[in-house]
């Protein structure tokens, strides 16, 4: 079955419908009750973590509302719950994490879905082992194909993306070039070093795999042509064409990286694909960090560095333009001749989440600008109805809002208001399924697609976690 038509006859299913890959939500204990039951049984959790079940009851202790307890007890360790895949080779982490209703591994996601758990990882052995073992596992997968997106648990499983016109390997699920999707196994790694201080997964392999990251951001530079990637596939989507023979439109080699698609996945229009440069900018300095601290590699943490330093300045003269009523905001995409698409998607890396990520400071004048830009119906995937306001994507089409967006809008808010708004949103449009989805119709929060979408439970959860934390007040409603 395509992966399109599977999550279009599972994303309208409510929580208590079975998802593939023999798994399916718990059943409501009590029908009767207002917020039944709906996270895995404890006997069918795929990762248990002491310090995680500390955290759920610190959080209901202390919150009033009982259905964000009820929400953040289901979608904050939803990852752990049911996604990962742990083991041992050769004495050494390794875990497999799938996305949810799609049973592959993409650099991204899996990236991002154990990300929130760090805060707990020094007082969690198991839960540091698991994530020691997601870096080893991202570290074999950038060694086996740095222009893959996604990967199958091993080399033997079969891939209904075969047919693509691309160099598929073994192992390999889909093989769409996306730059975020070497960004994020360096911001996890980066992560995990500075909160826990342990070097284990930092060996040799992980040093090449460095170096082929950097190499595949040189090369897809294009200043010395178009490079070994192109990628075309017989579809009906349009999002999944990409053009002039499957290498994208032409660009000026002025500094800045090509990303054939998007982190939805979707073909991008220009090639330099303004957000995950940003990323890309700050994973390469973070990179040339562990480089020199831990590898003691000044020469290739000098190169990391340099690019950082280039991509940046790149941006600064390419990703800004005048906007007639915004005045100055950062592009969605570019060409580096003068060409810019103005628009913003759902998926992170995008413009609004660049405080979250690093790259720019929320009160940067652009970023403000271009937040006001994006949150707006002059971003022609901004989508507002009776259900609630945000931004989508081509991925999933008009009218759909994507959970994440509204996420992402309180994560890089300093508004105490818009913070508690986007809450509440969120809150009204899980559509009583207790968890986050990939999307819902602007006037119809039943119309969802995805209901096993860990990526967005985790960021949810994370999100209420910060708040309980730093704005505690913001959750009494």
């Known amino acids: 079955m395509r992966e399109k038509d599977f999550i279009r006859r599972t994303g309208f299913l409510g929580a208590g419908s079975a998802l593939g890959s023999g798994f399916a939500y718990a059943r409501a204990e009590k029908a009767s009750s207002p917020f039944p039951s709906v996270r895995v049984s404890a006997d069918k959790r795929r990762f248990k973590s002491e310090s995680l079940e500390k955290a759920i009851a610190t959080f209901k202790a202390k919150v009033k509302n009982e259905e964000l307890k009820w929400l953040f007890e289901n979608c904050f ?40 758990y760090l805060h707990f990882v020094n007082e969690d052995e198991p ?27 091993n080399d033997k499983e079969p ?44 060996d040799a392999e992980w040093r090449k795999a460095i170096e082929l990251i950097l190499h595949v951001c040189k090369v897809q530079q294009r200043k010395d042509g178009n490079g070994p ?17 499957g290498m ?8 800045l990286i090509c990303s054939i698609f998007r982190p939805s996945d979707d073909a991008t229009v220009f090639p330099f694909l303004i957000p995950s440069n940003f990323f890309a900018a700050v994973s390469l300095k973070q990179a040339s960090e562990m480089v020199h601290a831990l590898l003691h590699d000044d020469a290739l943490a000098s190169d990391l560095k340099n690019l950082s330093d280039e991509v940046y300045a790149a941006l600064r003269k390419y990703a800004v333009v005048e906007h007639r009523k915004y005045g100055k905001i950062y592009a969605f995409e570019a060409d580096g ?72 809008k309180a994560m890089t808010s300093h508004d105490d208001g818009e913070i508690r708004d986007c809450i509440r949103m969120l809150v009204a449009t899980h559509a009583g399924t207790g968890f986050m ?16 979408f860990a990526w967005a439970n985790t960021l949810f959860g994370e999100l209420l976690w910060n708040t309980l934390n730093e704005k505690p007040y913001l959750l009494d409603f």
């Not at 540091?128 to 997106?149: C, E, F, M």
Request: net charge negative; aromatic share 14%; charged share 20%.
């Open 248 to 255: 994208g439109y032409k660009v000026n080699p002025v500094g």
């Open 77 to 116: 360790p939803n990852t752990l719950d049911t996604t990962v895949y742990y083991s041992e080779k050769d004495g050494r982490p390794d875990t497999y994490v799938i996305t949810g209703d799609i049973n592959a591994m993409w650099l991204r996601d899996s990236s991002a879905q154990v990300y929130p």
């Open 159 to 202: 891939t209904i993306w075969v047919s693509d016109q691309t160099e598929m390997r073994p192992g390999v699920h889909e093989r769409k070039y996306e730059l975020d999707s070497l960004c994020y196994p360096i911001r996890l790694a980066y992560g995990y070093w500075k909160k826990t201080g342990d070097v284990s997964p930092f």
């Open 337 to 408: 001749f003068g060409s810019v698409y103005l628009s913003d998607d759902a998926n992170v890396p995008s413009l609004l989440s660049l405080p979250y990520l690093g790259c720019v400071a929320a009160d940067d004048p652009v970023y403000e600008n271009t937040r006001k830009f994006v949150w707006s119906a002059d971003n022609p995937f901004f989508f507002k109805g009776t259900a609630g306001e945000g931004i989508g994507g081509h991925h999933k089409g008009a009218d759909m809002i994507w959970p994440m967006s509204i996420i992402m």
């Open 127 to 153: 839960l540091r082992k698991l994530l020691a073992g997601v870096i080893n596992r991202q570290t074999s997968l950038i060694l086996k194909d740095p222009y893959a997106n996604a990967f199958a648990e």
């Open 437 to 452: 989805h990939e999307s819902f119709h602007r006037n119809d929060p039943k119309q969802f697609s995805r209901a096993w």
């Open 229 to 245: 990637y192109s990628f075309r596939r017989n579809s009906e989507w349009g999002i999944d064409a990409v053009p002039m023979g």
